[in-house]
């Protein structure tokens, strides 16, 4: 495993990622970065747990998977998935997108604790 390579970087060449969208690499690669930085995963989760959100049952649905995907070692994402009866593939659609327009809102309720 390369140190310091990002989980769309080790999927890419992988043919089931060939026509991939972008966006959902991105989802995975930055979903990472954020978990790994405490304030950070406390704004996603309460991002994407907000009644506003429009993923938000599919994340409450799938909360263990992604936060798996997104804490665990490059190697395992396989295993994760797959523990969770989904392909790679298919498990990393289910990270929720970040929308601007009520992301702020997020600060305030990790920051306050307030709904």
């Known amino acids: 495993m390369q140190s310091g390579a990002t989980a769309s970087e080790l999927l890419f060449d992988r ?4 026509y991939f969208p972008p966006e959902d690499f991105a989802r995975l690669d ?3 970065i954020l978990w790994n930085m405490p304030l950070a995963k406390d704004r996603l989760v309460a991002h994407w747990s907000d009644p506003r959100h429009p993923y938000r ?3 409450l ?12 070692k490059l190697d395992n994402l396989d ?3 797959a523990a969770h009866g989904q392909s790679l593939r298919a498990a990393i659609r289910e990270i929720p997108p970040v929308f ?3 992301w702020a809102d997020s ?3 990790t920051i306050h604790g307030s709904a």
């Open 57 to 59: 049952e599919r994340f």
């Open 100 to 102: 601007g327009h009520f």
């Open 79 to 81: 295993q994760i998935a």
């Open 30 to 32: 930055y979903g990472r």
């Open 61 to 72: 649905r799938f909360r263990p998977m992604i936060e798996s995907l997104l804490s665990s």
């Open 107 to 109: 600060l305030s309720t």
């Open 15 to 18: 043919p089931e990622f060939k």
